[in-house]
């Protein structure tokens, strides 16, 4: 039976040796070298990437040896590098999009196919539909030549640009005045990619960088998956703490992520770390913007919006509706609830390392702790506290579970007026009197159902998860 491959909202991910073979990666980079002869961008030649995940470089070859099959020249990527430096690397060489073997923050036993358009952002939703059609059935309709072959002719080449990177962000933050700022940092780049670069970039001053996680390990010991929030985090917390270092700063296993650890050890969730961004660039920075949000993310971004007269733009899930919408509204900042951020002046793209910096410059030039950078912009806009759940259930009462949400038209969710319903991606309930929000979607690509909310008092938050788990006719585990 033909395994099919179906993408989600970024791309395709896979458990390794299962339905991610060494034979669908031909397939589905098969459907994608189609797609860019289709639109004629084969001729720019594609980035090739690919992270420290077990078997990447191998994959990456795969990947190499299929486009080369058909034609396209390949930038491979001389070593494992952060899934924004590959998208910085499509505009340096004027490529005309990229691959990346990765798997994000995804558990150690899985590996992706992460495809990013000429203008070094996610493919919009249509085109990532039109590459998932053009992947064939089996291998019979692939193109491939070998690694050996394909560099012997110099139709793969190995490529480095991560100091045209640097330099290029080096642009859009003072590095200098972190480097001379005195702060003493813990990065945790979670076994993943992401090591090297802050030590790389702010070497040379009084600031003080302590490295934890920072080797390649495909087992990502200490957690479960490589994903910049709790539970994973214990190891930045207690080095925070340990070091008395004034904040802790994760990236996900292929750095297109950020997390933020306060002086405390607290986590600062990734919906306030994007309205503290936002804030940064508003109030500490003085710039002007349309700013780019989806719709599980904080709706503290409308106040700020209202505050400084700047428009906000909500999309559906997934960096595919933001990084569009960004380009299209020249945004100054475009985010999601995952903790991945773009910037203007830079690639659309989820950016780590770029947000970590940005972060440490709000602290620099503030001269203010995380705590107390949240407490200001609570005085600004008000208290907000977020949670989600993600809960598996059985594949076979999707359609009963689906049913069920659709029908339900409540008036009132913990108490609280419902407002409105959103269904632009999911079920987006705005709740009256202090509420804020709840909304209810389903993964396209397994039995999962997650609820996030986000409302003005932390006692809020377990009440509404329950109220929606309650309208999908589900309890939450344990």
């Known amino acids: 039976m033909t395994q099919r491959i179906k993408f989600g909202t970024d791309g395709w991910r896979g458990r390794i040796a299962d339905d991610y073979t060494f034979e669908t990666l031909q397939r589905a980079a098969q459907g994608y070298a189609d797609y860019l002869k289709s639109i004629g961008d084969d001729a720019k030649g594609i980035v090739v990437g690919y992270d420290n995940r077990f ?33 910085f690397a499509i505009l340096h060489l004027n490529a005309g999009g990229a691959v990346n073997v990765t798997a994000s923050h995804n558990p150690p036993t899985d590996s992706g196919f992460k495809i990013r358009a000429d203008y070094g952002g996610a493919v919009a939703q249509d085109d ?43 642009a859009l933050v003072d590095l200098d005045a972190i480097r001379n700022s005195g702060l003493r940092i813990v990065v945790d780049p979670m076994w993943g990619v992401g090591a090297g670069w802050f030590p790389r970039l702010l070497e040379g001053g009084t600031v003080e960088v302590i490295e934890v996680q920072n080797v ?41 992520r950020v997390g933020i650890v306060a002086e405390d050890g607290t986590f600062i969730n990734q919906l306030q770390v994007y309205a503290l961004l936002a804030y940064y660039l508003l109030e500490v920075r003085g710039e002007r913007g349309a700013i780019v949000k989806t719709l599980s993310t904080t709706s503290m971004l409308e106040k700020l919006g209202q505050e400084y007269g700047v428009d906000v733009h909500e999309t559906g899930v997934g960096f595919k509706y933001v990084a569009p919408k960004m380009v299209e509204t020249a945004a100054m900042i475009g985010g999601e609830e995952s903790g991945g951020y773009a910037f203007r002046g830079h690639v659309p793209e989820r950016d780590g390392i770029l947000a970590g910096l940005m972060f440490l410059d709000l602290m620099s030039r503030t001269g203010k702790t995380p705590s107390e950078l949240l407490a200001t912009l609570f005085d600004k806009v008000g208290a907000h506290y977020y949670d989600r759940i993600d809960l598996h259930y059985p594949a076979e009462q999707r359609d009963e579970i689906l049913a069920r949400v659709r029908r339900a038209e409540p008036s009132s969710l913990a108490g609280f007026p419902v407002e409105r319903i959103n269904r632009t991606d999911g079920w987006k309930y705005e709740l009256g009197d202090g509420g804020g929000w709840l909304l209810i979607r389903f993964s396209g690509t397994e039995p999962v159902i997650r609820l996030y909310t986000e409302t003005g008092q932390q006692a809020d938050v377990r009440p509404l998860l329950d109220a929606g788990l309650a309208l999908a006719g589900l309890e939450a585990a344990g």
């Open 55 to 87: 078997l990447g470089e191998e994959f990456a070859n795969t990947v190499a040896e299929v486009m080369a099959g058909n034609g396209i020249r390949v930038y491979r990527t001389a070593q494992p590098t952060p899934t924004p430096v590959i998208a």
């Open 128 to 170: 990532l539909a039109t590459v998932e059609a053009n992947i064939p059935d089996n291998l019979d309709g692939v193109q491939r030549m070998s690694i050996d072959q394909a560099m012997e002719d110099e139709v793969v080449a190995r490529v480095d640009v991560g100091e045209a990177y640097l330099e290029a962000i080096s």
């Open 216 to 256: 390649r390990n495909p087992a990502f010991p200490n957690m479960g998956r490589p994903e910049p929030i709790p539970p994973n985090i214990s190891a930045c917390q207690n080095a925070v703490k340990g070091h008395g270092a004034h904040v802790g700063i994760l990236t996900d296993g292929d750095a297109d």
